[in-house]
Antibody
Framework: QVQLQESGPGLVKPSETLSLTCAVS????????WTWVRQSPGKGLEWIGY???????NYNPSLKSRVTISGDTSKNQFSLELSSVTAADTAVYYC???????????????WGQGTLVTVSS | SYELTQAPSVSVSPGQTASITCSGD??????SFWYQKKPGQSPVLVIY???KRPSGIPERFSGSNSGSTATLTISGTQAMDEADYYC?????????FGGGTKLTVL
C-alpha cells in the first residue's frame, strides 16, 4: 500500500528556513500530484502547495513568496522549504497524495502521519 | 480568493442525524470533498465528489452539494464520529479548505 513519511527538524529558529522531506513508498512520485498541508495548534487545515513532477508546482497564494516544493525521483521523495519562518508557522506538517483524477476532482487519498515543527529561539 | 465557510461547531445526540454545512460562492458548480480529522491523527476522506463514499467509510456518511452549500450528513451518529470535519474544493488549480466544524456527540 502507499505510505508517506515526513522527516525533518522539529525545531526551527525564527527567520530561518524550515525544511521537510516526505519519503514515498508504494507509489511513484513521477505520477500523481504530491502536496503539503499544515495545521497550526488550534487552527484548521491549510494547503501549502503541490508538485507534479512533469508539470511544475502550485502554491497557496498566502505562502507563495516563502515556499518551495521540489522532488527527487531517484529517491522517490519530495520536499518542502518554507523561508523566513515565524511563530505563526508552528504547525503539524502533513505530506499527502492527490488522487489521479481530472483537476477539480482530485482529493487527498493518502496522508503521512504528520510531523510537528515548532518555530522558537 | 475563494473561501469556504463552516460553522465552528455542531452538537448532536447519539443516534441522531448531524448536518455539517460548507458555504462558498457557487459551490454547487464545483465538486466538494469532506475530511474527518481526529486529534493526533491524519485526516481521513469521508466524502468525495459531493456524495461518493470511499471504501471503508460507513453508509451513515452522505453528502450533497447544490447552490452555494455543500452538506455532510451523518445519520445515526455514533460517539466515534466526534471529530473535526473539513470541506474542501478547488478554485481553478488551487486547493481551498473550509475552516472546519467540530462535531460533538453528547
Amino acid at each position: 500500500q502507499v505510505q508517506l513519511q515526513e522527516s525533518g527538524p522539529g525545531l526551527v529558529k525564527p527567520s530561518e528556513t524550515l525544511s521537510l522531506t516526505c519519503a514515498v513508498s508504494g507509489s511513484s512520485i513521477s505520477t500523481y500530484y504530491w502536496t503539503w498541508v499544515r495545521q497550526s495548534p488550534g487552527k484548521g487545515l491549510e494547503w501549502i502547495g503541490y508538485i507534479y513532477m512533469t508539470g511544475g508546482t502550485n502554491y497557496n497564494p498566502s505562502l507563495k513568496s516563502r515556499v518551495t516544493i521540489s522532488g527527487d525521483t531517484s529517491k522517490n521523495q519530495f520536499s518542502l522549504e518554507l523561508s523566513s519562518v515565524t511563530a505563526a508557522d508552528t504547525a503539524v506538517y502533513y505530506c499527502a497524495r492527490l488522487a489521479q483524477r481530472p483537476m477539480g476532482e482530485r482529493y487527498f487519498d493518502n496522508w503521512g502521519q504528520g510531523t510537528l515543527v515548532t518555530v522558537s529561539s | 480568493s475563494y473561501e469556504l465557510t463552516q460553522a465552528p461547531s455542531v452538537s448532536v445526540s447519539p443516534g441522531q442525524t448531524a448536518s455539517i454545512t460548507c458555504s462558498g460562492d457557487n459551490l454547487g458548480n464545483k465538486f466538494s470533498f469532506w475530511y474527518q480529522k481526529k486529534p493526533g491523527q491524519s485526516p481521513v476522506l469521508v466524502i468525495y465528489q459531493d456524495n461518493k463514499r470511499p471504501s471503508g467509510i460507513p453508509e451513515r456518511f452522505s453528502g450533497s452539494n447544490s447552490g452555494s452549500t455543500a452538506t455532510l450528513t451523518i445519520s445515526g451518529t455514533q460517539a466515534m464520529d466526534e471529530a473535526d470535519y473539513y470541506c474542501q474544493a478547488w478554485d481553478s488549480t488551487t486547493v481551498v479548505f473550509g475552516g472546519g466544524t467540530k462535531l460533538t456527540v453528547l
